[in-house]
């Protein structure tokens, strides 16, 4: 026959095993699952790579296209300042031609002759002599 303390001996190191199965079980499933999170997280890491990846690839693209709007918008403006000036000056020729006044000598002589102003003498001197020269560009107009 057993006795009460081999029973419980016997008792105690199969509940012992069973209680260790369990530990064992419970950590391989932990492990498992650490396991798996850890492979969503190293998913979710290299999906959010792509994703910064085609971001800077886009802003890369914006960059060169706006660098690249940029000179030619100021290649247009160097063109229409350009083209401006020979207006302004086929404007200024044609003026003159017909024996008007300049817009630079005009305003030279408005401001000479402003009531608002007391002009220097160095400004009237400026006005008098876009004047004389319109008047002579005037005749010589004439006489064609």
Known sequence: MVSIAERRARWGAKRDAEIEALRAATIKAELALAQAENHVLRQRILDLEKAL???ESAVKS????????????????????????HMWDWHNNEVTKAGGLTFKASSLIAKALHPDSMPSEEVRLEAFKAFSAWKG???????R
Request: avoid cysteine; aromatic fraction near 0%.
């Open 62 to 85: 914006a960059q060169t296209k706006a660098a690249s709007e940029v000179a030619r918008l100021r290649e247009k403006n160097k063109e229409l300042q350009v083209k401006l000036r």
């Open 137 to 143: 560009d005037r005749d010589a107009a004439k006489r």
């Open 53 to 55: 990846v085609r971001r």
